[in-house]
């Protein structure tokens, strides 16, 4: 018996040494490998430029803010917030912030990056994408996992898994590196859709990932490639209501962005403003 409990110990710390030599957070939630993570910011980088950025004036409401981050295969590599403790942000907008980022990063590619703003319009009723935001359910059991009080922070549940999930308004962005790689997205959330994209160029700008090949804001603005365009005129024109059940105007693009400062043409160059004033892509 003695040599068989020795047997057994000497057994459970060879197992032992074995996981401790394996890489930290080598794969997470529903297998999903971690490794892309190592390309991208680390949260206390995430958390900083984060704050920087919604110190600034970005039109909306002055709100605290959740953000998040994936890997190009849509791994959580960091969730963070801007308050002093959880209960300053929209509690609903920390999976709204990952949805964003897995959205910006699952439909831009190495050489057309789109922010999840540039999807409004073409998901609406009639759109040519109507439908996209069913098509890729959140991962609940990442999403809701683990205790609340992680939330946000370094150890946050969601982090190690692929969090799926399309959303589409502002706040949501891919990641480009120095090279012009495509490493990722990023997700803001917490504040109106308009401040929410503000935000988040800010954040990656300071971050050093907006190195952006090209995008559909490239025709109205090639030093913000993938920007939020607003560029939607009321049916009618001047302050006409829409009609019946159809969004309140016409994008003349196809990528445009509901303003959110009213939707007459003052509203759009209120909301403009803001955007134009967002530092240029790298």
């Not at 110990?9 to 030599?21: E, Q, Y």
Request: aromatic residues 6%; proline residues 6%.
């Amino acid at each position: 018996m003695r040599r068989q409990s020795l047997l057994m110990g000497a057994l459970v710390i060879a197992a032992w040494l074995g996981s401790a030599s394996a890489p930290i957070n080598a794969q997470g939630v529903n297998n999903a490998s971690r490794n892309g993570c190592r390309d991208l910011p680390s949260w206390d980088a995430l958390k900083q430029a984060l704050t920087h950025a919604r110190a600034q004036a970005n039109g909306g409401l002055n709100l605290d803010m959740w953000g998040t981050i994936v890997d190009r295969d849509g791994v959580v590599c960091a969730v963070a917030f801007t308050g002093s403790d959880r209960q300053q942000q929209w509690p609903g907008s920390r999976v709204i912030s990952a949805q964003k980022a897995n959205t910006a990063n699952a439909f831009s590619l190495p050489a057309l990056a789109l922010s999840t703003a540039n999807l409004f319009t073409a998901v609406q009723p009639g759109g040519s994408l109507f439908g996209l935001q069913e098509s890729n359910p959140v991962a609940t059991d990442v999403a809701y996992s683990g205790s609340p009080d992680q939330y946000g922070q370094k150890n946050d549940p969601m982090v190690g898994g692929r969090i799926g999930g399309v959303n589409v308004f502002g706040g949501g962005l891919a990641l480009y590196n120095a090279a012009g790689k495509i490493v990722g997205g990023l997700g803001v959330s917490g504040d109106t859709s308009c401040a929410d994209h503000n935000i988040a160029y800010r954040t990656r700008s300071t971050l050093n990932l907006d190195f952006v090949p090209a995008g559909v804001a490239a025709a109205l603005d090639p030093t913000h490639r993938d920007n939020i365009i607003f560029d939607i005129t009321p049916q009618g024109g001047g302050d006409a209501a829409p009609g019946p059940g159809q969004m309140p105007g016409v994008s003349t693009s196809g990528f445009g962005h509901a303003s959110c400062h009213g939707y007459n043409v003052a509203g759009n160059g209120v909301s403009a403003g803001f955007a134009a004033a967002l530092p240029p892509n790298k």
